[in-house]
């Protein structure tokens, strides 16, 4: 028999990017659930009472949007 001749296999299989994701988002999780305990922030004139894991999440952000922003910027002195 020929290997032209062979159904090919009906068998998926998972992408890695899917797996990857899937680890991310229960690491995400578990760091949700282990981080509930409430905390104070005080920056300048402001006190704010919030869970740990959002205060943590909030400051991700702000860091992954500076970053950008300085890419952004060295982009811009690059072109010109």
């Known amino acids: 028999m020929a290997d032209s001749d062979?159904?090919?296999s009906t068998s998926r299989?998972?992408?890695p990017a899917i797996i990857g994701a899937a680890v991310l988002a229960a690491a995400v999780i578990a760091f949700v659930f282990q981080n509930t305990k409430s905390t104070k922030v005080r920056w300048l004139f402001f006190?704010?009472?919030?869970?740990l894991w959002v205060v943590l999440l909030a400051t991700g952000a702000a860091s992954l949007a500076a970053g950008?922003?300085?890419a952004?910027?060295?982009r811009r002195a690059r072109k010109h």
């Open 6 to 8: 062979v159904a090919p």
């Open 13 to 15: 299989r998972i992408p």
């Open 47 to 51: 006190t704010v009472h919030a869970p």
């Open 68 to 70: 950008e922003l300085v």
């Open 72 to 74: 952004v910027a060295i």
